[in-house]
T-cell receptor, first 112, second 114 residues
Framework: QQKVQQSPESLSVPEGGMASLNCTSS?????YFWWYRQHSGEGPKALM?????GDKKEGRFTAHLNKASLHVSLHIRDSQPSDSALYFC????????????FGKGTKFSLIP | NSKVIQTPRYLVKGQGQKAKMRCIPE?????VFWYQQNKNNEFKFLIN????????QIDMTEKRFSAECPSNSPCSLEIQSSEAGDSALYLC????????????FGSGTRLTVL
C-alpha cells in the first residue's frame, strides 16, 4: 500500500483561482511533511514544510496539517501560470536517515 | 537555481552498458540522497550517505547499482549493466542534516536505455 496518498491526480483552475491539494499518510510514524513542486525538466523544489497541527502560510501558499488524521493539504490562492507543475507531498518519521517518502503527485495546470 | 549540480543532464546507453552519473551536493550539506523517478513520476529511494558512509540502500541498489560519495570529489551513481527498466530520471538531493531537514534536489540525469 502506498504510504503517502495524494488527491486529486490532476487539477485545473482558471488564472487567479484557488486550488486545494490533499495528502494522507497511512503510516503513523510519518510526522513531518513537505510539499514539493516540480516544473517540467527540473528537479523538485521544496515549497514548504509543516510539522505542527494547524496552518502555515507562505505567500500565496497555505499548508494545513491534522496530525490525528495524518492529513495535510496545500491551498494555492491567486493561481499564476508559473504554478503549473507537478506537486508532491512527502513525509518522513524525522529520525534516522531523513529519508522522504513521496506521494504520486498532483498535476496542476491553469485553464487557458 | 538549484545548488545541487548533476551531470550529465542526459545519458543514453545500450542494454548491458555501464551508466554513470555524478552529483555535487550543496556546500555544507553532509547528507546525500539518490532517488529514481520513473515515467509515471513515482519516486523510488535508492541510497543515501552521510559524508562518505552509506546510511540506507534498497536491495536493487545492492545488486546492479553502486554509489559512492568520496571525500573532496563528486558523489556518483553507477549502473553496472543497464536494463530498459532503468530508464528514468535520477535525482540527487542533499540536506544539512538528518532530523526533519529539507532535501534540496538537483535537476537530475535523464537516463534512456535503448
Amino acid at each position: 500500500q502506498q504510504k503517502v496518498q495524494q488527491s486529486p491526480e490532476s487539477l485545473s483552475v482558471p488564472e487567479g483561482g484557488m486550488a486545494s491539494l490533499n495528502c494522507t499518510s497511512s503510516d503513523r510514524n510519518f510526522q513531518y511533511f513537505w510539499w514539493y513542486r516540480q516544473h517540467s525538466g527540473e528537479g523538485p523544489k521544496a515549497l514548504m514544510s509543516i510539522f505542527s497541527d494547524g496552518d502555515k502560510k507562505e505567500g500565496r501558499f497555505t499548508a494545513h496539517l491534522n496530525k490525528a488524521s495524518l492529513h495535510v493539504s496545500l491551498h494555492i490562492r491567486d493561481s499564476q501560470p508559473s504554478d503549473s507543475a507537478l506537486y508532491f507531498c512527502a513525509a518522513t518519521p524525522g529520525t534516522g536517515s531523513n529519508r522522504l517518502t513521496f506521494g504520486k503527485g498532483t498535476k496542476f495546470s491553469l485553464i487557458p | 537555481n538549484s545548488k545541487v549540480i548533476q551531470t550529465p543532464r542526459y545519458l543514453v546507453k545500450g542494454q548491458g552498458q555501464k551508466a554513470k552519473m555524478r552529483c555535487i551536493p550543496e556546500k555544507g550539506h553532509p547528507v546525500v540522497f539518490w532517488y529514481q523517478q520513473n515515467k509515471n513520476n513515482e519516486f523510488k529511494f535508492l541510497i543515501n550517505f552521510q559524508n562518505q558512509e552509506v546510511l540506507q540502500q534498497i536491495d536493487m541498489t545492492e545488486k546492479r547499482f553502486s554509489a559512492e560519495c568520496p571525500s573532496n570529489s563528486p558523489c556518483s551513481l553507477e549502473i553496472q549493466s543497464s536494463e530498459a527498466g532503468d530508464s528514468a530520471l535520477y535525482l540527487c538531493a542533499s540536506s544539512p542534516g538528518l532530523f526533519a531537514e529539507t532535501l534540496y534536489f538537483g535537476s537530475g540525469t535523464r537516463l534512456t536505455v535503448l
